[in-house]
């Protein structure tokens, strides 16, 4: 990633923190600063789109539970913080736009492209989808009219293909989605100073800031598998089982130790599922290593993570076992996740 668009991404923070309306924006239009950082930010929302269905669907086969995958990403114009800019900037002349579309997917079949505008989903329309549906209370109000719409697609694939209604220059078209199942869970960058991934159950985040750090595909690819191996093997739900502390106190005692139990799985698993998406899990070794060197007292070397070396001897552990396995069709089931059968 080239440096102005590393500086660019900083100022997103500052414009997701102060809209443009409140700054001291150019008469003659938008700042163009602005504009860049939001190009910078599809470009990293696409690039995860893309590692995220790769990995989902590459290992669709070991997952007992499976999704709807489109390989879309759909955005809401609620999400920025000034509207106008998105606009100008993404291509919104709806409500609710393609931001990114992976690779050999569904949605790249039906021959959608990114900043085409979602109307309707099986004939429903997204003009009817409130923006504030109590239904989604627990998401933030500018997230909440987006889950409806992830939801109303999901449901859609769960048995038969969707029609979608989009607008593309102006021209309306119909494209049908097919319904394909795999390993479950959404992607998505979150702007932040801040370097951090993080898995709720369902959407695996990584940060702009970290996004930043990787030095190609396989490393990025390594974190992502990593958070998503937490929400395939359902940590969130075990933690709160155990009701585990996730604050302060969280860093302590058992809690602690129940929450490195889940971070040394997610480890082992990771380089299971990079491997099966051709992934190289070397990468993971080298990523580790360097961001441990570099960064050895953040949040990924707390009490509840292994610090690097012996998080790269899990790994190493990890390859042993596939390299001593026969692969079928050049895939490796991972213990792990047998283990959910």
């Known amino acids: 990633m080239s440096a102005m668009i590393r500086i660019c991404l900083s100022l997103l923070a500052l414009l997701f923190a102060s809209p443009l309306s409140a700054q001291d924006a150019p008469a003659s239009g938008f700042d163009p600063d602005a504009i860049l950082a939001l190009k910078g930010l599809q470009l990293l929302d696409q690039r995860l789109n893309a590692i995220g ?163 190609n595909d396989d490393e990025f690819a390594a974190v992502v598998a990593h958070e998503l191996a937490h929400n395939l093997l359902k940590h969130r739900n075990r933690l709160d089982a155990q009701e585990v502390n996730r604050g302060f106190f969280g860093q302590f005692g058992k809690s602690a130790s129940q929450i490195k139990s889940t ?32 960064h050895g007292k953040g949040i990924f070397s707390a009490s509840t993570h292994y610090r690097w070396k012996k998080r790269v001897r899990l790994f190493e552990e990890e390859m042993k076992k596939m390299a001593a396995m026969e692969p079928v069709d050049g895939k490796y089931a991972p213990p792990l996740l047998a283990e959910l059968d």
């Open 53 to 215: 269905y790769r990995l989902t669907e590459a290992n669709t086969p070991y997952c007992p539970r499976k999704a709807a995958q489109t390989g879309l990403l759909l955005h809401d114009i609620d999400q920025y913080p000034d509207p106008a800019v998105a606009r100008f900037a993404l291509g919104f002349d709806t409500a609710v736009t393609i931001i990114a579309v992976a690779p050999d997917s569904p949605g790249a079949t039906a021959g959608l492209l990114p900043g085409d505008d979602i109307l309707a989903i099986n004939g429903v329309s997204i003009e009817d989808v409130p923006a504030d549906d109590p239904a989604f209370a627990k998401e933030p109000a500018e997230y909440r009219r987006i889950a409806a719409v992830n939801e109303i697609l999901d449901k859609a694939l769960v048995e038969a293909d969707a029609t979608l209604d989009i607008l593309r220059g102006g021209e309306r078209m119909k494209m049908t989605v097919a319904s394909q199942q795999a390993c479950p869970s959404r992607f998505q960058i979150t702007v932040s100073e801040d370097r951090g991934a993080s898995a709720d159950g369902k959407i695996v985040s990584v940060t702009s800031r970290m996004a930043e750090y990787f030095l």
């Open 263 to 294: 971070e040394i799985e997610a480890d082992r698993l990771s380089v299971w599922l990079m491997a099966n998406a051709g992934y190289d899990p070397q990468a993971a070794i080298r990523f580790w290593t360097r961001y441990g060197k570099e």
